[in-house]
């Protein structure tokens, strides 16, 4: 899913996974039920689902992707900001945090 939603990237925003857009990103993957797909995008907990996930991104300030939180279970998770994304990028503040637990 990951290459086909890469592959058919426009410019991103609000709005930028048009129903064109995860029709054919979800067609491509064998696995995927596109008509169930769709109407559970349409529905309330969808809808629930995507209000939740804006109410974090707006209390941790996040406004671009990737983005991550890093934090041991039953935390208040912390941003973690990097400049790259292999694991050289993760492995210390995730080391710290596991040294800690």
Do not use: W
Not at 31 to 60: I, M, P, T
């Amino acid at each position: 899913i990951i290459d086909l939603r890469y592959t058919t990237q426009g410019t991103a925003g609000p709005g930028y996974v048009t129903p064109e857009i995860a029709r054919t990103i979800m067609g491509g993957c064998r696995a995927v039920e596109v008509v169930e797909a769709h109407k559970y995008a349409q529905s309330d907990a969808a809808g629930r689902y995507l209000q939740d996930a804006n109410q974090e991104a707006q209390r941790f300030k996040i406004n671009a992707t990737p983005s991550f939180l890093v934090g041991m279970t039953g935390s208040t998770p912390q941003r973690l900001e990097v400049s790259s994304l292999g694991p050289e990028a993760f492995t210390p503040t995730l080391d710290r945090l596991l040294e800690g637990s």
